[in-house]
C-alpha cells in the first residue's frame, strides 16, 4: 500500500475501528481531525470510540471544517512510519505537530497517540527501530 494515499487512509480506519484501545481512547469523541502528510490530506470523524467518516480533505470542499490537525512533512511521516524515531519525541519537538482547537487536541491526547502507533504497526514499511 503506499503512503500516502486514500488507501493507506482507509486501511488506518479499518485498523482504529477494530482496535478495542482505540475505542476507549476515544469513547467520548465528537470531533473533526485533519491528517495532514505533506501535502496530502485526510479528513476523519470520529464519534464516540470509531470513525465514522473518511474522506480525502480539500481547502473549501467540506462544510464541517476540522477541530484539529495532526501534521507533519513527508520526510518526518516516513520516520514515525518507519520506528526511527520515538513517537513522544516526535510530538514533541514538532515533527509531527498538533494544532487547530488546542482544547479538543488536548482532550483527545491519548487516542492520538493510539492512532499514530496503529499508523506505525501498519507495516507500510519495514521497521528498523522502536
Known amino acids: 500500500m503506499k503512503f500516502p494515499s486514500l488507501d493507506f487512509a482507509r486501511a488506518l480506519e479499518i485498523q482504529l475501528n477494530e482496535s478495542q484501545r482505540f475505542a476507549e481512547a476515544s469513547a467520548w469523541s465528537d470531533?473533526?481531525?485533519?491528517?495532514?502528510?505533506?501535502?496530502?490530506?485526510?479528513?476523519?470523524?470520529?464519534?464516540r470510540g470509531k470513525v465514522i467518516d473518511l474522506m480525502e480533505y480539500y481547502p473549501m470542499s467540506n462544510p464541517l471544517g476540522w477541530d484539529y490537525v495532526i501534521a507533519g512533512s513527508i520526510d518526518n511521516w516516513n520516520d514515525l512510519l518507519k520506528g526511527l524515531r520515538p513517537i513522544g519525541h516526535m510530538l514533541d519537538t514538532g515533527s509531527i505537530k498538533v494544532d487547530g482547537n488546542l482544547l479538543q487536541a488536548n482532550r483527545m491526547y491519548e487516542?492520538?497517540?493510539?492512532?499514530?502507533?496503529?499508523?506505525?504497526?501498519?507495516?507500510?514499511?519495514?521497521?528498523r527501530g522502536d
Open 31 to 47: 470531533v473533526k481531525v485533519l491528517l495532514s502528510f505533506g501535502e496530502q490530506q485526510y479528513w476523519m470523524k470520529l464519534y
Open 111 to 127: 487516542s492520538t497517540h493510539v492512532i499514530l502507533n496503529i499508523m506505525r504497526s501498519m507495516n507500510v514499511y519495514e521497521k
